[in-house]
């Protein structure tokens, strides 16, 4: 593991950094350390912006459903927000969500600059044995491990820093990402 002291000066620069991946690929856990990397972060979980409506939500399916993505680009909106007003106040700001295909973009253009896109894009075998050994699911009848790994491949732009984390611990994940921070930078 680094240590703080021996990082490099774009550390400790204000910043925010987009860490995604298909489910299970371990974004929370990734996200948490490398904020944990920073003297001055925050870690905002997409997630929270969707568990925070108590009635009406309606979830993301593979058929498409307008009120669906309504509700997933007023979750991405909410959090490009809360990471921009992070930033202005000097922190910088790991986000962590599902940005897959065409959420992408949209996303990234709402976020102030500098702004970083890790992409954990860790192999099929890899995910469906973290999915495994999680407590909470992100697969089942509705998404497909390999469907959704091939959305994820195919369907979104080849920006930022993708990173194979298959034979990665999580602090191995972060120890790269710090040392290719350079490479994830979009603008």
Do not use: C
Request: negative net charge; charged residues 25%; glycine residues 6%.
């Amino acid at each position: 593991m680094t240590e703080r002291s021996s990082l490099p000066d774009l550390v400790d620069t204000p910043q925010t950094i987009v860490v995604t991946g298909v489910m299970a690929a371990g974004k929370s856990t990734v996200s948490q350390l490398l904020a944990e990397r920073f003297s001055r972060a925050v870690h905002l979980r997409g997630d929270e912006f969707r568990r925070v409506v108590v009635s009406g939500r309606v979830d993301m399916s593979p058929h498409g459903d307008p009120e669906a993505e309504r509700q997933l680009a007023l979750r991405h909106r909410l959090a490009a927000h809360t990471a921009n007003i992070y930033a202005e106040a000097g922190f910088s700001v790991v986000v962590q969500d599902l940005f897959v295909g065409s959420t992408l973009e949209p996303f990234l253009a709402q976020l102030r600059d500098p702004v970083s896109l890790v992409m954990l894009a860790p192999d099929v075998s890899t995910v469906m044995r973290r999915e495994a050994e999680r407590t909470k699911t992100g697969y089942g009848e509705l998404w497909s491990i390999r469907d959704f790994d091939q959305k994820m491949r195919t369907e979104t732009p080849k920006i930022g820093l993708w990173l194979d984390s298959s034979q990665q611990t999580p602090d191995e994940t972060v120890d790269e990402i710090i040392r290719r921070l350079p490479e994830a930078r979009i603008r």
